[in-house]
């Protein structure tokens, strides 16, 4: 348990920052819930708010914002705790490999560590160092804006 406080304050995140990183989880379950294919990568805080670098089975349109919203707007208004955990990396490489998450499989296979953080909020599970705010009802109102990416890790392959 005292790991786990250690690990969590290691990285030094405001309290702006922690927000904006659990909605950019919250993006993600939402995202999922309409694409439930989805391939995700990362999702950091960023200095004006937040992303999630993800591969969909077709570009998003502009229609697909408001409904991307909305359900974050629900999961926000759940008030879903931000459950830490911490697995071995073969089960965790076992999880996401089974879920097709080929982002996170690279990403774990690149970590230094024998064990690797996770965090649920709702039905969203995901590779995470964290930290984030102790619920999806902290984070606020979010506005979900188009965005051009100018790097993923798809561009690399």
């Known amino acids: 348990m005292s790991v786990e406080v250690e690990l969590e304050e290691s990285v030094n995140y405001t309290p702006i920052q922690r927000m ?32 999630y670098d993800f591969d969909l089975p077709r570009a998003l349109t502009p229609e697909d914002l408001p409904e991307i919203e909305q359900r974050m707007r629900r999961i926000i208004g759940e008030r879903y705790p931000f459950l830490r955990d911490r697995w071995p990396r073969e089960k965790a490489l076992e999880y996401f490999g089974n879920k097709g998450q080929i982002y996170k499989v690279e990403i774990i296979e690149n970590l230094p560590d024998d064990e690797v953080g996770i965090y649920q909020q709702g039905n969203f599970l995901d590779l995470c160092r964290g930290p984030h705010v102790e619920n999806t009802g902290q984070i606020g109102r979010v506005q979900v804006w188009p965005v051009a990416t100018a790097h993923s890790r798809r561009a690399e392959r």
Not at 21 to 44: C, L, N, T, Y
């Open 20 to 51: 904006r990183h659990s909605a950019a989880h919250v993006m993600a379950e939402a995202v999922q819930e309409i694409f439930p294919d989805a391939k995700f990568a990362i999702g950091p805080a960023i200095e004006d708010g937040f992303y």
